[in-house]
C-alpha cells in the first residue's frame, strides 16, 4: 500500500493561486500512475487530472487551462498549480495512485476513481468570491 500526504491546501480569493503537492511512499514512484479528485460538499468525487507514468497528462474541461499537474520522480511527489480560482473549485482535494498496477498492463489511468488503489487523507481548498 502506498501512502500519500497532501498538503498547500488553503483559503484565497476568486482569481488567486494555490499548489497542493502529494508526497508518496515507495521505491518506484516513477511507475506511478498519479491523480487529483475533489469533493465539494454536498456532491461526489470528481476527478480533476492525471499523470500518467509515462508523462501524458489529461484534465477535466472545467479546469483546463488554469489548472497545471506535474510529478517530480526524485522527490516522490506529485504537484497541482492552480491559477484563477473560481468559488466553485471549493472543496476538499485528494491525491491517488494506481501504486504502478498500471505500469505493468499497460492501462492508460483515467479520471475514474475505479483506476485508484490508494488515496491521501484531502487537503481543504476554499476560495471565496
Known amino acids: 500500500q502506498v501512502q500519500l500526504v497532501e498538503s498547500g491546501g488553503g483559503s484565497v480569493q476568486a482569481g488567486g493561486s494555490l499548489t497542493l503537492s502529494c508526497l508518496a511512499s515507495g521505491t518506484t514512484f516513477s511507475t506511478y500512475s498519479m491523480a487529483w479528485f475533489r469533493r465539494a460538499p454536498g456532491k461526489g468525487r470528481e476527478g480533476v487530472a492525471t499523470?500518467?507514468?509515462?508523462?501524458?497528462?489529461s484534465y477535466t474541461d472545467s479546469v483546463k487551462g488554469r489548472f497545471t499537474i506535474t510529478k517530480d520522480n526524485a522527490k516522490n511527489t506529485l504537484w497541482l498549480q492552480m491559477n484563477n480560482l473560481k468559488p466553485e473549485d471549493t472543496a476538499m482535494y485528494y491525491c491517488?495512485?494506481?501504486?504502478?498496477?498500471?505500469?505493468?498492463?499497460?492501462?492508460?489511468?483515467?479520471?475514474?476513481?475505479?483506476?485508484?488503489?490508494?488515496w491521501g487523507q484531502g487537503t481543504q481548498v476554499t476560495v471565496s468570491s
Open positions: 499523470f500518467h507514468h509515462d508523462g501524458d497528462t
Open positions: 491517488a495512485t494506481d501504486g504502478g498496477i498500471w505500469y505493468e498492463t499497460g492501462h492508460i489511468a483515467t479520471l475514474s476513481e475505479d483506476d485508484y488503489s490508494d
